[in-house]
T-cell receptor, first 114, second 115 residues
C-alpha cells in the first residue's frame, strides 16, 4: 500500500479565512512533505517533517503554518492567503523500510483564494 | 547553478511511436534519480528510480530509463507509446551529500499522444 490521502480535494477561501489542509499516510513513513504546484510547473517544496520535527522550511510565508501531530498526519494551516497562493497543494511521504528517499504523493488539494 | 534540465517541454507523438525524454543534471558525485508521471487531473506517480547498480532501470507501464554517468543523464524511454501515456513527466534528483531527502525537480515534459 503506497497511499497518501489528502482532504479536502477542493477548497475555496477568502483572503480573511482560516482553513486547514490534511494529509495522512499509514505506510510507517517518517518523512512528510508539503509542496505547492502551479499549473504546468513542477512541484515546489514548502516544508519537510522528519520524525515529526520540521527539518526544512523553504522560506515559506508565515501565512502557511505546518503541523505534524503524529507520524501519520500532516496539516497545513492557512490564514490570510493571497490570490497568488491559489495552486495545487501536494503532500508526500517517504521512508519505507530501507528506501528512505522515494517519495509517494497524495492527490492534492486544489486551492482557490478569492 | 546546479540544476535538473528537461529540454523537451512539449512532445507530440502518434500511437506506437517510440519515446525518449531527456533529463540532465549538473551535480557531481552520487545522485538518486527518479521519473514521475502526472496524468491529467491525477497525482504524481512514481515510474521508476535509480540509486545504484544496473544503469538500465525498468519501471511500470513499460517505461525504462538509462543512467549514463558520463553524460549526467537519466533519459526515459518507451518503445511504443499509447494514447493513455498522455501526461506530464517529471525527472527528479536528490543531490549528493544533501543530507536531506529534498527532490530537485526538472521543469517537466508534457507528452501528448495522438490516437
Amino acid at each position: 500500500d503506497t497511499e497518501v490521502t489528502q482532504t479536502p480535494k477542493h477548497l475555496v477561501m477568502g483572503m480573511t479565512n482560516k482553513k486547514s489542509l490534511k494529509c495522512e499516510q499509514h505506510m510507517g513513513h517518517r518523512a512528510m512533505y508539503w509542496y505547492k504546484q502551479k499549473a504546468k510547473k513542477p512541484p515546489e517544496l514548502m516544508f519537510v517533517y522528519s520524525y515529526e520535527k520540521l527539518s526544512i522550511n523553504e522560506s515559506v510565508p508565515s501565512r502557511f503554518s505546518p503541523e505534524c501531530p503524529n507520524s501519520s498526519l500532516l496539516n497545513l494551516h492557512l490564514h490570510a492567503l493571497q490570490p497568488e497562493d491559489s495552486a495545487l497543494y501536494l503532500c508526500a511521504s517517504s521512508g519505507q523500510d530501507r528506501d528512505l528517499e522515494t517519495q509517494y504523493f497524495g492527490p492534492g488539494t486544489r486551492l482557490l483564494v478569492l | 547553478a546546479q540544476s535538473v534540465s528537461q529540454h523537451n517541454h512539449h512532445v507530440i507523438l502518434s500511437e506506437a511511436a517510440s519515446l525518449e525524454l531527456g533529463c540532465n543534471y549538473s551535480y557531481g558525485g552520487t545522485v538518486n534519480l527518479f521519473w514521475y508521471v502526472q496524468y491529467p487531473g491525477q497525482h504524481l506517480q512514481l515510474l521508476l528510480k535509480y540509486f545504484s547498480g544496473d544503469p538500465l532501470v525498468k519501471g511500470i507501464k513499460g517505461f525504462e530509463a538509462e543512467f549514463i554517468k558520463s553524460k549526467f543523464s537519466f533519459n526515459l524511454r518507451k518503445p511504443s507509446v499509447q494514447w493513455s501515456d498522455t501526461a506530464e513527466y517529471f525527472c527528479a534528483v536528490i543531490p549528493p551529500l544533501s543530507g536531506t531527502y529534498k527532490y530537485i525537480f526538472g521543469t517537466g515534459t508534457r507528452l501528448k499522444v495522438l490516437a
